[in-house]
């Protein structure tokens, strides 16, 4: 079974500071792995994804994300934050060929000035 | 180019009732699925429709049934609405055999049951 857990409910980061939201997923084989951002009343917005190769992962908007097998993570960070990066986190599993995808309950981010 | 389009935006219904949520793929995409996202949870997978059948279906009840039409929209039926319905239904379309790599989320249709 596909399962992700995302330990971090909600974060708030000062504006320009460094932000990393931790995911951490079980899967039976080779994971597909993706992150979400949600902003109020939008839908889901792929920021990233990984399939195979190069562990680390460039997105869109300056985000980007770490495979790390042994410790079954994939985590996303971002150098610096702005204000309009303040939204829910989604991380999810499954495979590229499928459209099951498993999510995480998501984590609230809040950017203060 | 339009996205992923979904009506209504929001609707009440009580519980027993029956209600249908629409969904229109984006330009290309063949493919539509559908997920549930309760109030403070991450999405659900209920099932996936392409060629105008079920393929695949999430650990859903009968109560929710689905139908594709020809131009690749497609409908959500809920049916007997319970409480715990009530939550924001996401429509997702993809080129058939792109899977999750290539998937476009629409904006959903909150349903509240009263």
């Known amino acids: 079974a596909q399962s992700v857990t995302q330990p971090d409910i909600h974060i708030t980061v000062s504006e320009g500071a460094s932000l990393e939201l931790r995911c951490n997923y079980s899967?039976?084989?080779?994971?597909?792995l993706f992150w979400y951002v949600q902003s109020p009343g939008q839908g889901l917005q792929l920021l990233l994804k990984y399939f195979s190769g190069d562990t680390l992962v460039q997105g869109i908007k300056g985000f980007e994300a770490e495979f790390k097998r042994s410790q079954s993570s994939f985590n996303l960070r971002k150098p610096s934050v702005h204000w309009s990066d303040a939204a829910e986190y989604f991380c999810?599993?499954?495979?590229?060929?499928?459209?099951?995808?498993?999510f995480g309950a998501g984590t609230t981010v809040t950017v203060r000035a | 180019d339009a996205g992923v389009t979904q009506s209504p935006t929001h609707l009440i219904k009580t519980r027993g009732q029956q209600v249908t949520l629409r969904c229109s793929p984006k330009?290309?995409?063949?493919?539509v699925s559908w997920y549930q996202q309760a109030l403070g949870q991450g999405p659900q997978f209920i099932f996936q429709y392409y060629e105008e059948e079920e393929r695949q279906r999430g650990n859903f009840p009968d109560r929710f049934s689905g139908h594709q039409f020809p131009n690749y929209s497609s409908e959500l039926n809920v049916n007997a609405l319970l409480l715990g319905d009530s939550a924001l239904y996401l429509c997702a379309s993809s080129p058939r055999g792109w899977g999750a790599n290539v998937l476009t989320f629409g904006a959903g249709s909150r349903l509240t049951v009263l």
């Open positions: 899967y039976g084989a080779t994971p597909y």
């Open positions: 999810a599993v499954g495979p590229s060929n499928d459209y099951k995808l498993s």
């Open positions: 330009s290309g995409h063949d493919t």
